[in-house]
C-alpha cells in the first residue's frame, strides 16, 4: 500500500500540479456538479469511469441530482460498494469524500495480497507469491485510475481462500461484499450456491444464494431513481469476437506505438486466449467446487462478451476477467508451472503501457 500510494503521491505531484483529483479522470464532455467542479482537475476527453463513481460516492441517495453528470446511473450506480464506503469513511462530508475514495481504493490492496498470500500458503508456496495481485488488471486499472476493479478482484481472492477453507460465514460475507460491488459477483454466488447444490446441502445452497439479497434490494432502489440500463452493445457469438480482433490492427499515432501496439494487442488476445483454457483444464479436475463453477462462468463470459469493439484495449475488457485472470496466476503458482504465468501477465502488460502513453 506505501509502494503504491508512493507512486500515485509522485504521479499527482509531478504531472497533474499536486491535484489528487487528477486520479479520478475527469473529463470535459460530460456536465461535471458545480459543486464539485472547482478543483477538479479536468482532462480535455471523454474521461474513464472513476469520475461517475466519484459522483455517486458524493451523492449515494440521489439528493443532490449528480445522477445527471453520469453515462449510465442505473449501471454505476448498481456497483455502490466502494462509492458508499468512501461516503461512510468520511461521515459524509463533502470536502473528505474525495480522499476517502482513493483511501478505500488503496486500502483494497491489502486484503488483495494478503488473501493472495494465503492462497499461495495454501498451496505449499512462499507467501510472497501474493505480490502477484498487484499484476492483475483489475489491481493496476485501479492504481491507475481509481476504478473499482481492484476490490473486485481482492473479494475474489477472499473468495478463493474460504472456499478452500470450506468457512461457510466469511465465504457468504465476501459473496454478499462481492454483488455489491459489480454484477460478476454474481458469478461467485452461482459458483458457491451451485457447488452446494450439486453435493446435495441444499440448504446451504439456499442460504448463499440468499447472498444476493442486499445488492438485489439496492437494486430495486436504484431502479426507481433511474431509467432502465441498455445492455451495451459487447457480446457476440461466443469466440467469434476474439478471432475477429486478432486479425484487425488499431491505429495509434506515433511512428514507435504504431509498430508496438498492433504486436501486443496480438500477443494480449493470445494471452488472454490461453488464459481461458489453462482455466478450462484447471477446473475439469475437480467441475463441483465452487471455484471451478465461478471460473467456467468468468471463461463464458470472455467468450461471450468479446464484440471487436469491446476488445479495442486490454485496459477494458481486462478488468471484468481480471478474477479469472488471478485465479490462473494463482494456479500456476500452486502447481510450479511456472510458463502458464506468461498468458496473463502478457494482458498485464499491454495495461501497463498505458502508463507510459495513456491514449
Do not use: C
Not at 476517502?100 to 510472497?128: C, D, K, T
Not at 471455484?291 to 467456467?296: F, P
Not at 461471450?304 to 478488468?319: C, D, I, T
Not at 471484468?320 to 503458482?333: D, I, N, R, T, Y
Request: proline share 6%.
Amino acid at each position: 500500500m506505501l509502494l503504491v500510494l508512493s507512486w500515485e503521491a509522485l504521479l499527482v505531484r509531478y504531472s497533474y500540479g499536486g491535484n489528487w483529483t487528477a486520479l479520478f479522470w475527469t473529463g470535459n464532455t460530460l456536465p461535471i456538479p458545480a459543486e464539485l467542479r472547482p478543483g477538479t482537475y479536468v482532462f480535455p476527453h471523454l474521461g474513464y469511469d472513476a469520475q461517475t463513481y466519484r459522483y455517486v460516492a458524493h451523492d449515494p441517495l440521489f439528493r443532490k441530482g449528480y445522477s445527471a453528470g453520469i453515462d449510465s446511473p442505473s449501471l454505476r450506480y448498481r456497483r455502490i460498494l466502494v462509492p458508499i464506503a468512501a461516503f461512510f469513511l468520511a461521515g459524509g462530508r463533502q470536502n473528505l469524500i474525495d480522499g476517502a475514495y482513493i483511501a478505500i481504493v488503496l486500502m483494497a490492496i491489502f486484503p488483495g495480497v494478503y488473501w493472495s498470500s494465503v492462497y499461495a500458503r495454501l498451496s505449499g508456496r512462499h507467501s510472497a507469491w501474493g505480490l502477484i495481485f498487484l499484476l492483475t488488471p483489475g489491481a493496476l486499472t485501479s492504481i491507475d485510475r481509481m476504478v473499482i476493479d481492484g476490490m473486485m478482484t481482492a473479494l475474489f481472492a477472499g473468495f478463493l481462500v474460504y472456499a478452500k477453507r470450506e468457512d461457510a460465514t466469511k465465504l457468504y460475507v465476501v459473496l454478499a461484499l462481492s454483488v455489491l460491488m459489480r454484477e460478476t459477483g454474481l458469478l461467485l454466488v452461482a459458483g458457491a450456491a451451485g457447488a452446494a447444490f450439486l453435493q446435495k446441502r441444499f440448504v446451504r445452497a439456499l442460504l448463499f444464494g440468499t447472498a444476493v439479497v442486499p445488492a438485489l434490494g439496492w437494486y430495486v432502489f436504484v431502479r426507481l431513481h433511474t431509467s432502465a440500463v441498455a445492455v451495451p452493445p459487447i457480446f457476440a457469438t461466443p469466440g467469434w469476437g476474439l478471432i475477429r480482433r486478432l486479425f484487425t490492427v488499431r491505429e495509434v499515432p506515433g511512428r514507435l506505438w504504431h509498430t508496438v501496439v498492433p504486436v501486443l494487442d496480438v500477443l494480449r488476445l493470445l494471452g488472454l486466449i490461453v488464459s481461458f483454457a489453462l482455466a478450462v483444464r484447471w477446473i475439469s479436475k475437480s467441475p463441483r467446487e465452487p471455484v471451478a463453477i465461478t471460473i467456467g462462468l468468468f471463461v463464458v463470459l470472455g467468450l461471450v462478451a468479446s464484440s471487436p469493439e469491446h476488445l479495442v484495449k486490454a485496459y477494458g475488457y481486462s478488468r471484468p476477467l481480471s478474477p479469472l485472470l488471478l485465479f490462473v496466476m494463482l494456479q500456476a503458482v500452486a502447481e510450479g508451472f511456472w510458463l502458464a504465468l506468461a498468458p496473463p501477465l502478457l494482458v498485464s502488460l499491454s495495461i501497463a503501457t498505458f502508463f507510459i502513453d495513456p491514449a
